[in-house]
Each structure stands twice: as structure tokens, then as C-alpha cells.
């Protein structure tokens, strides 16, 4: 027996969203989003007894920030990922120093990983 066909109109947008990843580095600009997405939200969570919004908060909030727009410009530009995933990186890095381990480690690991797929990534030849 045969599975069901998805409707056409959505079959196309899905081709039309793989195509438009394979063209840029999607994979580590979602973990980068991701990492700096964490990054922003440990300061802002309603945890006030683990986490403090002092001076490692108020960096944490920077640095998400930056890993957010770093994460977009990865997908929007991709000609610039060397300089935005070298940057997106030595960020990460510096959220283990600056805010509270990271994100209690797992911005700074989603952020390194991203950031290392989107440099390591090359486009398609035509």
C-alpha cells in the first residue's frame, strides 16, 4: 500500500525550503540562533535564585543578542560566513567568561557547534 501524497502546494514550499537551505550554511546558523537564543533567555528566566541579572546577565543579553544576529546573517548572507562564524565563535568563547558558564554550557556548545559548521561549509558547485 502506497502513503498518502501531501497536498502539491505544500510539497512545493517544501522543495522551495530545501533548496534555499542548500545555499547557505542552514544547519549552523539554527545552532547559532539557538545558542544565542539560550544565551538570552537564562537572564531574562523567572530563576532569580541560580541566576542574577548583574553584570553577567546584562552580558549574557549582549551576547545572545550578537549570536542571534550572527545566526542571520549566516542564512541571509552567506558570502560573509568565514568572518560572521570566526566572530560567532570567539563570542561563544566569550560567554563561558562573561555570563553564567555559557548558559550553563549549553549556548556556548550550540554556538561553537554552529559556528564550526557554518565555516566548514561550501556551497554547491553550478
Known amino acids: 500500500m ?8 505544500f510539497s512545493r514550499q517544501r522543495r522551495r525550503l530545501r533548496a534555499w537551505r542548500r545555499t547557505r550554511p542552514f544547519w549552523g546558523g539554527l545552532l547559532v540562533v539557538l545558542g544565542g537564543a539560550e544565551l538570552l533567555l537564562v537572564p531574562l528566566s523567572p530563576l532569580t535564585v541560580l541566576v542574577g541579572l548583574g553584570l553577567g ?3 549574557a543579553i549582549g551576547i545572545g543578542a550578537a549570536l542571534v544576529v550572527a ?3 549566516l542564512w541571509f548572507l552567506p558570502q560573509a560566513r568565514t ?4 566572530h560567532a565563535l570567539l563570542l ?3 560567554s563561558f567568561l562573561a555570563t553564567n558558564l555559557g548558559g550553563f554550557l549549553v549556548g556556548m556548545l550550540l554556538g561553537i557547534t554552529g ?9 554547491l558547485p553550478d
Do not use: E, K, N, Q
Open 115 to 123: 559556528s564550526a559548521l557554518a565555516f566548514g561549509w561550501t556551497p
Open 71 to 73: 545566526g542571520l546573517f
Open 57 to 59: 546577565g546584562i552580558a
Open 92 to 94: 561563544s568563547v566569550l
Open 2 to 9: 502506497s502513503r498518502p501524497r501531501p497536498p502539491l502546494a
Open 83 to 86: 568572518y560572521v562564524s570566526v
